[in-house]
């Protein structure tokens, strides 16, 4: 396992490239499914969720090629082609390793008129039910059964007819898969209280390029007509608003200055009102988003929130900015259960955090301390990277392999803008 050292204090300056967005490429993919041509997505990431999703296509005898990309380049280009799909069951050694496999149930089952996933369990934010994606389905006529930890979908002999679902609480996965699966449904399919996020919005895009008929993309209501058949696409994935956020968070805590070319300043405005109000300079430039700081941070107080809320994935990296800000910070975590482990590892670092339930309060601190940290989870790792860098000495952050699913080539990226960043064999 590697690690990633950082000798903190330098100042971030310079401009990075964005890379497409891991949550948009993780319900791309399987909507290769719904066809029998070649869908070809560019932009996507070289992270090692997208690798382990191409293995699980491949199982289903999905055909990929990657092309058109050197080492030194950012992002790969994609075609997948499932002119023939020989198995669908998405077996539960890959489906633990990655729970966004999850999102090959719906369109499997609207190809196959069957599908078979294995119960993808918990993770380290919380127990991650997927509760909503089956209601989803069965209210399109999908029949539902559990059995030996694993889900397995029928549709109705001609295919799933479509139907009405409100949705008695947000979810991004729960309603891309009720989105794939309705693209051909037999009739019309109704989503109320639909996920809004931009990446639901991407997968909207490509369904209709690749010939689904749709209402409502971006709200809450989502109308789609179902179609006999969709066509290959080429499409591109849209950038990372995370991974440009937490760069964002990055540059503000070291008092530097970045560029993030091909940001989307309006997919991110509840990222950048936060920043703003933190004190931090925030401005739309063409083609990305500049940020800009000078050390002196204001504290916060605010929730985690469904689009366009604030982003639950960005809540790690904004504490460990707020940690340096002066007076106490107030935030909420509503959407999972267990999104602070983080915490503990902050304060090694001689920050001063303190929980409750979901609740933390982030008391501001004159400086943090480089220590060996551990990285728990996606987010909580990209939180250390960022309180390592403002750290004065040498910050060790262990379990790489939870940043690698998320940050394309971190270290590179860190390195662009000056930062003294080296990664090693653990
Ligand atoms: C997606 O996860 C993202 N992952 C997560 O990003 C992100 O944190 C989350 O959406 C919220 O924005 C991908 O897109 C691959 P949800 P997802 O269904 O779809 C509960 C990252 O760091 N729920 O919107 O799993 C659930 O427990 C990752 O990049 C049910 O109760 O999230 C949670 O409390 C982490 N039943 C809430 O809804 C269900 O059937 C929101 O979950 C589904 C979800």
Do not use: W
């Amino acid at each position: 396992m590697d690690k990633i050292i950082i000798h903190g204090g330098k100042r971030l300056l310079g401009t990075i490239p964005v890379s497409g967005a891991k949550n948009s490429a993780l319900t791309l993919i399987p909507c290769a499914l719904l066809t029998d041509e070649p869908l070809t997505l560019r932009n996507l990431p070289r992270l090692a969720d997208i690798d382990g999703f191409q293995h699980l296509m491949n199982q289903f005898g999905v055909s990929t090629t990657i092309a058109g990309s050197r080492p030194q380049d950012f992002g790969r280009v994609m075609t997948l082609e499932a002119t023939r799909i020989t198995n669908t069951t998405a077996p539960y050694e890959l489906v633990r390793k990655m729970r966004a496999s999850i999102l090959v149930l719906g369109p499997m089952l609207a190809r196959m008129g069957e599908a078979t996933v294995s119960l993808p369990g918990g993770c380290a934010i919380g127990n991650r039910p997927i509760d909503l994606h089956l209601k989803a389905l069965e209210a399109m006529g999908a029949e539902i059964e559990l059995a030996a930890g694993y889900v397995r979908a029928r549709a109705p002999d001609g295919g799933l007819p479509g139907g009405e679902y409100d949705f008695p609480v947000v979810s991004v996965g729960a309603t891309e898969n009720a989105l794939m699966a309705a693209a051909t449904a037999k009739g019309e399919t109704r989503l109320l209280n639909a996920a809004r996020e931009p990446e639901i919005v991407d997968l909207c895009k490509l369904l209709v390029a690749m010939g689904a008929e749709i209402e409502g993309i971006g709200g809450s209501d989502l109308t789609i007509h179902g179609v006999t058949r969709l066509h290959g696409a080429t499409y591109e994935v849209m950038p990372d608003r995370i991974e440009a956020g937490s760069y964002a968070c990055a540059a503000a805590i070291t008092g530097g200055e970045v560029t993030l070319k091909g940001a989307r300043p309006e997919e991110m405005s509840a990222t950048n009102h936060a920043l703003r109000n933190a004190g931090v300079r925030v401005e739309p430039v063409k083609g990305g988003l500049h940020v800009a700081a000078d050390g002196a941070l204001r504290p916060l107080t605010l929730s985690t929130a469904p689009y366009p809320g604030f982003a639950t994935d960005m809540q790690a990296q904004l504490m460990a900015l707020l940690c340096r800000a002066e007076g106490s910070s107030v935030l909420t975590e509503t959407i999972f259960e267990n999104r602070y482990m983080h915490v503990p590892e902050l304060n090694r670092m001689g920050a001063h955090v303190e929980t409750k339930g979901r609740t933390a309060v982030v008391h501001g601190v004159p400086g943090l301390h480089g220590a060996e940290v551990m990285a728990t989870d996606l987010r909580a790792s990209m939180s250390l990277v960022i309180a390592g860098l403002a750290a004065a000495g040498e910050t060790q952050v262990h379990r790489l392999y939870h940043l690698d699913r998320g940050y394309e080539r971190l270290e590179e990226k860190l390195a662009l803008l000056g930062a003294e960043v080296e990664r090693v064999g653990d």
